[in-house]
């Protein structure tokens, strides 16, 4: 069981917009704005899209953006391109817990 | 550039233990945090924890407090990672992680086997 809640899977097609959710507690997302979403293609590992609930690394297509309310952020990817097909996770800061992570969600462009 | 470089992958027996290394360069290594994260064949993330590469500290994730260790080689830019006691359920690839401002940047991940 994950600390942090994501749906199991989210799809859409083609130039469509979809929004992932990252549901935690007033102990992690709540509290700290120290949420981050990482794009994960098979074999690989994870990749950085968004640090610190809305920033993007340099590199990162303006096409994906964070946002947070209460204990839930959220990843949306506009614009939606085949190769946005990936499982994402977000993770938080949780305190004395430390980090703690969704369960991931695979993206599907139909 | 950053970079995060692994140790080859493992196979180990139940009961055994295994270190996985983690080469950093590219950045001042003692000036930002390691961080260990696991992920299980077809499943997702876990954090495991971190180590202060300037001071030495580590915080642990409760699963695994007791049976990991990490630690680090500030002359050779290097983090390690001990686990103890591996089960099967320890099968999984174990990735170091770095945040820097601005990024985060990942190790290429080591896959430790446990079977017998």
């Keep these: 069981q994950s600390a942090l809640t994501q749906p199991a899977s989210v799809s859409g097609s083609p130039g469509q ?6 549901t935690g507690t ?3 997302v709540g509290i700290y704005n120290l949420v981050s979403w990482y794009q994960q293609q098979p074999g690989q590992a994870p990749k950085s899209m968004i640090y610190e609930v ?4 340099s590199g990162v297509s303006n096409r994906f953006s964070g946002s947070k309310s209460g204990n839930t952020a959220s990843l949306t990817i506009s614009g939606l ?3 946005d097909e990936a499982h994402y996770y977000c993770s938080s800061y949780g305190g004395s817990r430390g980090w703690v992570f969704g369960g991931g969600t695979k993206v599907t462009v139909l | 550039q950053v970079q995060l470089v692994q140790s080859g992958a493992e196979v180990k027996k139940p009961g055994a233990s295994v270190k996985v290394s983690c080469k950093a360069s590219g950045y001042t290594f003692t ?5 260990w994260v696991r992920q299980a064949p077809g499943q997702g993330l876990e954090w495991m924890g971190w180590i202060n590469t ?3 500290d580590t915080k642990y994730s409760q699963k695994f407090q007791g049976r990991v260790t990490f630690t680090r080689d500030t002359s050779a830019n290097t983090a390690y990672m001990d686990v103890t006691s591996l089960r099967s359920e320890d099968t999984a690839i174990y990735y170091c992680a770095l945040n820097l401002p601005g990024d985060s ?3 290429q991940g080591t896959l430790v086997t446990v079977s017998s």
Excluded: L, N, Q
């Excluded at chain 2, 000036?31 to 961080?35: F, G, K, L």
């Design chain 2, 31 to 35: 000036d930002y945090a390691v961080h």
């Design chain 1, 54 to 57: 809305i920033k993007r690394p």
């Design chain 2, 105 to 107: 940047f990942w190790g």
């Design chain 1, 17 to 22: 917009s979809i929004t992932i959710s990252c």
């Design chain 2, 54 to 56: 300037g001071k030495g």
């Design chain 1, 26 to 28: 007033s102990s992690d």
């Design chain 1, 81 to 83: 391109r085949a190769e």
